[in-house]
């Protein structure tokens, strides 16, 4: 049983992708998340490059905050920001063995553990299965959805309506990976799929919930607020 511990880059792409097959064997699209969802958290993460001319800071640096909400009243009841060097470059499809270990460490500054979390990111919908919010549902053991402003694989055959909340499937091939999703009446829409412990079906409804007045769910618009009121390189 493959363990979602990000390993030690050596630059071996192949490496990862083996360990990406063999942790999306482990995902779990199904519901599995306590019921009614009480606390729900956003994650937002920015990087920024490396000075190249120096071998300690080729990579640059990572910085992941969260923030826990009260899933009906959407109050904040705590946030957490990390801030470390990146341990690898940053690579289309592999971007999980990056931000991952930021983001684990944010998450493990809140007093308590959220009944579901939002990824700005994909789940499901990634070309091995194996999205960012796959990947931190897994090594934290957490529900998870994977709320992405573009599409990274998949295509729809059918209409999306601009209509708030409405919604189309997202496919590769014949098979469904997610949701476009029009949060926003007049906005693109956006692509959503489970991360981990939550089924296809019910991952529009969950994220429409926490949608507000913004074409971001307030967990993510909240957790981007936060990093922006963060000078890069200072961590409160």
Do not use: K
């Not at 019921?35 to 001319?53: E, I, L, M």
Request: aromatic share 4%; charged share 20%; net charge neutral.
């Amino acid at each position: 049983m493959a363990h979602p511990v990000v390993p030690e880059w050596t630059g071996d792409l192949a490496q990862l992708q083996d360990i990406q097959a063999a942790l999306a064997r482990q995902v779990v699209i199904r519901d599995d998340f306590p019921r009614p969802v009480r606390s729900v958290a956003g994650f937002h993460v920015r990087a920024w490059p490396g000075d190249a001319n120096d071998p300690d800071d080729s990579e640059g640096f990572v910085e992941a905050a969260v923030v826990l909400l009260d899933a009906d009243s959407l109050q904040t009841i705590a946030t957490g920001v990390h801030r470390e060097r990146a341990r690898m470059p940053y690579l289309r499809g592999f971007r999980s063995f990056r931000e991952l270990p930021a983001m684990l460490a944010a998450l493990a500054q809140l007093p308590a553990r959220p009944d579901m979390t939002l990824v700005p990111a994909h789940g499901l919908a990634h070309p091995r299965r194996l999205g960012l919010a796959s990947h931190l549902g897994l090594a934290a053991d957490l529900p998870t959805i994977g709320v992405a402003q573009r599409v990274l694989l998949g295509h729809s055959s059918t209409t999306l309506h601009d209509m708030r909340g409405a919604f189309t499937t997202l496919r590769d091939e014949r098979q469904q990976v997610g949701w476009l999703l029009r949060s926003q009446v007049g906005h693109e829409p956006l692509a959503v799929s489970p991360g981990h412990r939550v089924a296809l079906p019910s991952a529009p409804e969950l994220v429409m919930r926490w949608v507000v007045g913004h074409r971001l769910p307030e967990p993510l618009r909240l957790a981007e607020l936060l990093l922006e009121h963060v000078p890069h390189g200072q961590t409160p």
